[in-house]
């Protein structure tokens, strides 16, 4: 790249330096970094407010909540918006380095100020020249590219995200796993003499343009993940493997059109996340053993059909997370089955009463819309033990949620509440309740009747600022082995 072209993209970038953020020294950084943590809130306390309260250590996929696992989705998304911006302007094409990134950003994601630093060059190991080089080269273009970035994370408090991520050439961004029955690269998958024993191919970002054949050699194989490539279209003979279970073909270009379903009864798991789809595809359809089906991260502004999920009779579990959804439609009745329904950051101002008729719905994530209220026949989801209403405009819960017999965790935190709904007081079953960041004033002393409860948060509200937070409701709590976080 030229130096004209160089100072030229980096305006473009940067909006010929309007609203720019501030990019730290190393010095500044340092001189600063306590004040800023004070100033700014952790992202994962806007994900999930009760982050700080679990325990360390690593978890399953299966054992993280909802806000865990957004965490980590847009930390990969993040390095993914990174890595683009760089292969675009046509830099880091033959190397891999370490960034490691502080970034502290508005309410509404804009970012107010940066820190970065590179750690390592993975082609020059060991070797501080070649780190500063590029520093020097990759400074304003970073420093411009954020000044147009918005994190995709919106709250009511400033907020921080830190992370350390390989930039640059993008298979060497690959977590390769290990394990019997698992491949990992082309090259093992065409030379291996016991194909029989293959269950798991995973052949995510390696910048393929088109499905390879040799995934037709495994006779058992049930898992397959293309995920983060440069697929264009997935053929009908993939969806005749007759062992295939879960598809992942997540964050490639395949469009409305890019779907070539073939009907069958074994496909359990099909990710169609990232994948430019404005619709969802008619071919869903003909995967008639469908259990999880997810579609976020995709733009269906314009309304979202359900039609082809009316014979997808044992669909358990429909992500449709960060997908732009302006309504929710009332379509979604007819999938009896449903047992987690994922409806994050989307722009929902009210969610249909015909929600109110999954009698299997056991997990409900409405957090990050804009509802003022909950279905008042909310209470007809007999079967629910998790709901996620964090961050909407909610100031009362229907009286009908008081039927939630089974209901474990409730989270109705950063919302407008200026009193503990009655509702919640009668919840027989009640483990984990989260008040945070609302307006309350007061703590009602028939929490005590809640036996059941393990943990209650009510940070960031006036009772708990002003510590007029009772004792002797306090103890009384501890005494039926509750922690509160105040």
């Given at each position: ?149 918005h994190f995709p994370v919106t709250g009511d408090k ?55 054949e040799v995934i037709y050699r495994f006779p058992n ?261 509750t922690e509160v976080f105040y």
């Open positions: 790249m030229t130096r004209a072209l160089f100072t030229s993209f980096c305006l473009l970038l940067s909006g010929i330096g309007l609203a720019q953020p501030v990019c730290l020294t190393p010095a500044e950084h340092k001189a600063l970094s306590r004040k800023l943590d004070q100033e700014y809130i952790p992202v994962r306390s806007v994900l999930d407010p009760g982050f700080q309260n679990r325990p360390p250590g690593y978890r399953e996929e299966n054992e993280m909540t909802p806000g865990e696992k957004k965490f980590f989705e847009l930390n990969a998304q993040f390095g993914t918006d990174l890595n683009q911006m760089l292969r675009k302007a046509n830099l880091l094409q033959d190397t891999t380095c370490l960034l490691m990134v502080s970034l502290y950003a508005r309410p509404d994601g804009s970012v107010q100020r940066v820190f970065f630093e590179f750690g390592r060059n993975f082609m020059q190991k060991n070797d501080s020249l070649a780190v500063m080089r590029l520093t020097e080269k990759l400074r304003p273009v970073l420093c411009a590219w954020f000044s147009t970035y400033p907020y921080r995200f830190s992370t350390s991520l390989p930039i640059g050439k993008l298979p060497s961004r690959r977590k390769l796993r290990k394990g019997p029955g698992i491949l990992v690269t082309l090259e093992d998958a065409e030379k291996t003499t016991r194909p029989d024993t293959v269950k798991n191919l995973v052949f995510n970002t390696l910048e393929l343009t088109e499905v390879p194989l049930e898992i397959l993940d293309l995920s983060a490539n440069a697929l264009t279209a997935i053929p009908e003979k993939v969806f005749t493997i007759p062992t295939l279970k879960q598809l992942n073909v997540s964050f490639n270009p395949l469009g409305n059109e890019g779907l070539h379903v073939a009907r069958n009864r074994h496909l359990k798991l099909l990710n169609l996340q990232s994948t430019k789809i404005t619709d969802l595809p008619k071919g869903v359809s003909k995967n008639r053993r469908l259990e999880s089906l997810w579609l976020g991260l995709n733009n269906f502004s314009d309304g979202l059909s359900t039609r082809p999920l009316r014979r997808l009779r044992r669909l358990k579990d429909l992500n449709l997370y960060r997908a732009r959804l302006n309504t929710l439609p009332v379509g979604i009745r007819r999938l009896k089955r449903l047992e987690i329904l994922d409806l994050y950051y989307n722009n929902l101002t009210e969610l249909p009463e015909p929600l109110c008729r999954l009698p299997r719905l056991q997990q409900l994530a409405v957090s990050n819309n804009k509802l003022n209220t909950l279905p008042k026949n909310l209470g007809r989801l007999r079967k629910l033990q998790v709901l996620y209403t964090h961050h909407n405009l909610l100031t009362s819960l229907p009286a009908s949620l008081s039927k939630l017999y089974y209901l474990r965790i409730l989270d109705i935190s950063h919302n407008g509440f200026f009193a503990v709904p009655d509702p919640i007081l009668t919840l027989p079953y009640l483990e984990e309740l989260e008040l945070s960041h609302n307006r309350l004033t007061d703590l009602p002393a028939t929490l005590t009747h809640l036996k059941t409860l393990k943990k209650l948060y009510v940070r960031g509200n006036p009772v708990s600022e002003s510590k007029t937070v009772s004792s002797v409701l306090i103890n009384q709590l501890e005494e039926n082995k």
